[in-house]
């Protein structure tokens, strides 16, 4: 109890020091509030999204659904989101981004207690018809307040936010994994639902009160965001950021599907050694995204995407080709840091070009990268091998970095 007075000070410093500009002077306070409630909404997003993952399979029990009738179900979470994705960027510019945000938390914290309550695999594809909607409604709407606050802070802070994506879906997922033998999915999930609306009603009132931030003056026109017209350039070239993205997502959604498997079937792994593969992937992630600032500030965005990109396919090439468990496990390791901060710093730059509808356009390609991977892993994999499938996460995240290079100076850019 003592302590915290000597604590109070130490805090301060540290937060004068993280909510600064690029010229080292403290944020304005709405700066901080802002960023403090876009981290939260950030953090929920992947706390919600991981508490609904770990119940697919009591609830896939509880709907008797197939293993082929649950993949048909739970392309409703990829339509819905995919479908909402290209919608939101409109409803950002129109009512703002930080409006849609807390609209969308509202109805992810909703629609998470909805899948419990089926019966039939047909209700529960409806119903992740509407969950794949809000999930991809509060993706675009808080990376689009995210790339204007950026711009705001003159620093490259994108990295934090999908951090706090990366941590929130952590500790989703530790916690269903503790209360799975205890609660049903129902509790849980509803249980969820409550935290979710707390949470969004304290933080919810910052961006509400707030407008999305004007781009500093000292920016030139062509990075600062909001709502314009692109010309062919402009759109090409978030295009070919959303590829980038494209190519980020892809290696986590092979990862998160084929990792285990990978180590279990052709390096004989424990089935726990095997399952921690995944974990450790998502470790790294989480920990190369909480330095993506530095890293930013550091190497700019640039050498951050081609350093990144050839990291990461150093690492699954390693990962995919190892003869050993723990080679394997290092080179998912070394993926995971590669990969961290790509898709942040794509979403950034389509964001600096095109506004809310370049953050979706880039969005909804990411997105589909995590949806091609698995399947096309699966493929690969029939025809020849798994590690050699698994080497196509490679491929693409060498393809990330040469884009990165070849797109240099295609946006201007606040970070050296």
């Given at each position: 109890m003592h302590l915290y007075p000597a604590f109070v000070p130490q805090l301060n410093k540290l937060a004068s020091a993280t909510w600064s500009t690029s010229d080292g002077h403290p944020a304005p306070q709405s700066l901080r509030s802002l960023r403090t409630a876009l981290t939260l909404f950030f953090a929920l997003d992947g706390f919600l999204f991981a508490g609904w993952v770990v119940r697919i399979p009591a609830i896939k029990h509880q709907t008797g659904a197939s293993e082929s009738e649950l993949g048909l179900a739970l392309l409703?979470?990829?339509?819905?989101?995919?479908?909402?994705?290209?919608?939101?960027?409109?409803?950002?510019?129109?009512?703002?981004?930080?409006?849609?945000?807390?609209?969308?938390?509202?109805?992810?914290?909703?629609?998470?207690?909805?899948?419990?309550l089926t019966?039939?695999?047909?209700?529960?594809?409806?119903?992740?018809?509407?969950?794949?909607?809000?999930?991809?409604?509060?993706?675009?709407?808080?990376?689009?307040?995210?790339?204007?606050?950026?711009?705001?802070?003159?620093?490259?802070?994108?990295p934090s936010f999908h951090a706090a994506f990366s941590l929130g879906g952590m500790l989703g997922a530790g916690l269903g994994g503790l209360v799975a033998g205890g609660l049903s999915p129902a509790a849980h999930l509803l249980g969820l639902t409550a935290a979710g609306l707390l949470l969004t009603a304290f933080a919810g009132p910052a961006l509400l009160r707030h407008p999305s931030p004007a781009p500093p003056e000292t920016?030139?026109?062509?990075?600062?965001?909001?709502?314009?017209?692109l010309d062919r350039r402009s759109r090409r070239l978030v295009t070919v950021f959303g590829v980038i993205a494209l190519c980020t997502a892809y290696g986590e959604g092979a990862l998160a599907d084929w990792g285990a498997l990978h180590l279990a079937e052709d390096l004989h792994a424990?089935?726990?050694l095997a399952a921690a593969g995944y974990a450790l992937f998502a470790l790294a992630m989480t920990a190369g995204r909480l330095s993506g600032t530095a890293m930013l500030e550091r190497l700019g965005q640039t050498r951050t995407l081609v350093a990144g990109g050839t990291a990461a396919a150093l690492g699954m090439l390693l990962g995919a080709l190892a003869p050993t468990v723990?080679?394997?496990?290092?080179g998912f390791v070394v993926t995971g840091l590669g990969l961290a901060n790509i898709f942040p710093v794509a979403v950034d730059r389509a964001g600096a070009l095109g506004g809310p509808a370049?953050?979706?356009?880039?969005?909804?390609?990411?997105?589909?990268?995590?949806?091609?991977?698995?399947?096309?892993?699966?493929?690969?994999?029939?025809?020849?091998?798994?590690?050699?499938?698994?080497?196509?996460?490679?491929?693409?995240a060498a393809g990330a970095a040469l884009i990165g290079h070849r797109t240099r100076g295609a946006t201007a850019s606040p970070t050296p």
């Open positions: 409703g979470v990829s339509a819905g989101a995919v479908v909402t994705m290209t919608l939101t960027g409109r409803l950002c510019r129109r009512f703002g981004s930080h409006p849609v945000t807390v609209g969308s938390a509202v109805l992810l914290c909703l629609a998470i207690a909805l899948p419990p019966r039939s695999v047909l209700a529960l594809g409806l119903v992740l018809l509407v969950f794949g909607t809000a999930y991809g409604a509060i993706n675009v709407a808080m990376n689009s307040a995210a790339v204007d606050l950026v711009a705001a802070l003159r620093r490259p802070v994108m920016l030139p026109a062509a990075a600062r965001p909001g709502p314009r017209r424990h089935p726990g723990w080679l394997a496990l290092l370049g953050v979706a356009a880039a969005s909804t390609l990411g997105y589909g990268g995590m949806l091609l991977g698995p399947p096309v892993i699966g493929f690969v994999a029939d025809w020849s091998s798994l590690p050699l499938a698994l080497t196509t996460v490679a491929a693409l």
